[in-house]
C-alpha cells in the first residue's frame, strides 16, 4: 500500500515536468510497461493475503485510472499545441502584396497582324489562314505565273520537291479562297502570314511577312481598291498618312499597282529611310486578272475583283517606329520590353 501511494506521488512529480509527446510516451513505459512501476505492484497481488486482496487490488486500479487520466490529459493539450504551432508556422497572410510576375509582351509582329486584322474585320473582311507549305499549282499556276515564268525562278523559291514549295507570297489565299467558295458569291478576306524566300541580304530577310487581301463581287473597281488601301494607310498610321499609286505589273492582277506611303520618319519631306523621295513602298495591288477568276471557278464577265499584298515587317516598322528591320528577328528582350511598356500606355 505504501509503494502504492510512493506511485501515485512520481506520477504527479514526472507528470507535471511532461514537455512533449515523446516524453509522456517514455512516462508510459516507465508505468505501465513490461517492467513498469505500476505494471510492478500489480504483480504484488499473488503474495497479498486474501483478506486484504480486494482492497489492494482497488488501489492498484485507482492508481492506473489516475495515470490513465492525466496521461490522456496532457496529451490532449500537447497534441493541441503542436497543431496550433503547426497552423501558426504555415498561416498565410493573404493581405501581403503578391510578387509582380513578369510576364512577356506581345511580339510587335503579331501585334500588327492583330491590329490590321481587328482593322479589315471591322470593315467585314473574314480572316483566312493559309499553309506554309504550297504546291506549285496554287503559288503559281492559278495566279496566271505559268511555267518558266521569272517569278518562280528556284533563285526565288525554296522547293521541297518538284511539286512542293514554300509559299513566296499570301497570294496563294486568292486560289484556294475562290476554289472554296461552293457558291461562287461575294469573297471578301485578308490571309495574313509567313512567306518563304531564297535571298537574304542587309535588306531581305529569306523569311517575313505578308498580309494578303481579296475582294470578289458585282461591280468591284479600281476606285474601290484605293478607297480601301486610302482608308486602311490612314486608320492603321494615321489621318496624314498619304497614300501614292504607281502602275506596276503583276502576273495576277490587270492593271496593277505598287502603293506608296508617305515617309513615317519624316512625314514626306525626303530623309535617309526614304532615300529623300518622301515615299515608301508598302503594297502590291490591282484588279484580279480576268484568268486567275477564271481558274477559280468564277466568271470574270459577271465578277470582278481586287486583290492587294503588303509586307508585314514594314507596316510594324512603320506603326511602332522601329528603326532597324532586324530587331524584329533577333528577340533581345530589352527590345521586346519597350512593347511591354506600350501595352500599359
Ligand atoms: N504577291 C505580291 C508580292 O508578293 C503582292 C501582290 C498581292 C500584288 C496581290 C498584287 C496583288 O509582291
Request: glycine letters at 2%.
Given at each position: 500500500m505504501e509503494r502504492i501511494e510512493e506511485i501515485k506521488k512520481v506520477i504527479e512529480e514526472k507528470m507535471n515536468k511532461v514537455n512533449s509527446l515523446e516524453e509522456l510516451n517514455d512516462l508510459k513505459v516507465l508505468f505501465l510497461g513490461k517492467k513498469g512501476l505500476i505494471t510492478e505492484v500489480q504483480g504484488m497481488?499473488?503474495?497479498i493475503p486474501n483478506?486484504?486482496?480486494?482492497?489492494f487490488g482497488m488501489k492498484v486500479n485507482e492508481v492506473r485510472t489516475l495515470f490513465n487520466t492525466i496521461y490522456?490529459?496532457?496529451?490532449?493539450?500537447?497534441?493541441?499545441?503542436k497543431i496550433n504551432k503547426k497552423l501558426k508556422e504555415e498561416a498565410i497572410d493573404i493581405t501581403l502584396p503578391s510578387e509582380k510576375i513578369e510576364t512577356g509582351s506581345i511580339h510587335p509582329f503579331n501585334r500588327i497582324i492583330m491590329e490590321v486584322e481587328d482593322l479589315f474585320v471591322s470593315m467585314g473582311y473574314d480572316v483566312v489562314d493559309g499553309n506554309e507549305i504550297e504546291t506549285d499549282e496554287y503559288c503559281f499556276k492559278r495566279l496566271n505565273v505559268p511555267d518558266g515564268h521569272p517569278a518562280r525562278d528556284s533563285q526565288d523559291t525554296f522547293y521541297i520537291t518538284e511539286?512542293?514549295?514554300l509559299r513566296t507570297q499570301t497570294s496563294t489565299a486568292q486560289a484556294h479562297t475562290m476554289e472554296e467558295?461552293?457558291?461562287?458569291?461575294?469573297?471578301?478576306?485578308?490571309c495574313p502570314g509567313k512567306v518563304y524566300r531564297r535571298d537574304d541580304d542587309a535588306t531581305h530577310s529569306h523569311q517575313f511577312g505578308q498580309v494578303e487581301g481579296l475582294v470578289v463581287d458585282k461591280d468591284i473597281s479600281l476606285?474601290?481598291?484605293k478607297g480601301t488601301l486610302e482608308i486602311f494607310a490612314k486608320r492603321l498610321l494615321g489621318e496624314n498618312t498619304k497614300v501614292r499609286f504607281r502602275p506596276s505589273y503583276f502576273p495576277f492582277t490587270e492593271p496593277s499597282v505598287e502603293v506608296d506611303l508617305s515617309c513615317f520618319k519624316c512625314g514626306g519631306k525626303g530623309c535617309a529611310l526614304c532615300k529623300q523621295t518622301g515615299w515608301i513602298e508598302v503594297l502590291g495591288a490591282g484588279m484580279v486578272h480576268p484568268n486567275v477568276l477564271r481558274m477559280g471557278g468564277y466568271d470574270p464577265e459577271v465578277y470582278t475583283g481586287f486583290a492587294f499584298g503588303t509586307g508585314l515587317d514594314r507596316l510594324a516598322m512603320f506603326k511602332y517606329n522601329i528603326p532597324d528591320i532586324r530587331y524584329l528577328y533577333t528577340n533581345d528582350v530589352r527590345f521586346l520590353k519597350e512593347f511591354d511598356r506600350k501595352d500599359e500606355e
Open positions: 497481488i499473488k503474495e483478506d486484504s486482496k480486494k482492497e490522456e490529459e496532457i496529451k490532449n493539450k500537447l497534441e493541441e499545441e511539286e512542293y514549295l467558295n461552293k457558291e461562287k458569291g461575294p469573297i471578301r478576306i485578308i476606285a474601290d481598291l
